[in-house]
């Protein structure tokens, strides 16, 4: 079983940006796809971003595509998610996954282990 441990979020403001790192332990995350979800209050859990295994292939939400990046680096065991140019709507508790395959996913059920989770948010 992997552990997974968030950095902390924050408040910002609107078109801020912050960086969100997520460490693995227990075990290597390098074989795996891991990915970014969130969940807004009154919401349920929407996936945010993907890396695949290798970090060669990512995908993202529509509502992020441009704004967040995901980044992977398997030597320390860990992945990011940088976020740009932040909206109010991105106002959310952001969790970290580990998938139990290499390939990207945006499918919750794929993943199998999730961090507690870190609250991110953004002021107008």
């Known amino acids: 079983q992997v552990q997974l441990v968030e950095s902390e979020g924050g408040l910002v403001q609107a078109g801020d940006s912050l960086r969100l790192s997520c460490a693995a332990s227990?075990?290597?995350?390098?074989?795996?796809?891991m990915g970014w979800f969130r969940q807004a209050p009154g919401k349920e859990r929407d996936f945010v971003a993907t890396?695949?295994?290798?970090?060669?292939?990512?995908y993202y939400a529509d509502s992020v595509k441009g704004r967040f990046t995901i980044s992977r680096d398997n030597a320390k065991n860990s992945v990011y998610l940088q976020m740009n140019s932040l909206k109010v709507e991105d106002t959310a508790v952001y969790y970290c996954?580990?998938?139990?395959?290499?390939?990207?996913?945006?499918?919750?059920?794929?993943?199998?282990?999730w961090g507690q989770g870190t609250q991110v948010t953004v002021s107008s």
């Open positions: 227990g075990r290597t995350v390098s074989g795996y796809a």
């Open positions: 890396i695949s295994a290798s970090g060669s292939n990512s």
């Open positions: 996954a580990a998938s139990r395959g290499r390939l990207a996913s945006s499918r919750s059920a794929d993943y199998y282990s």
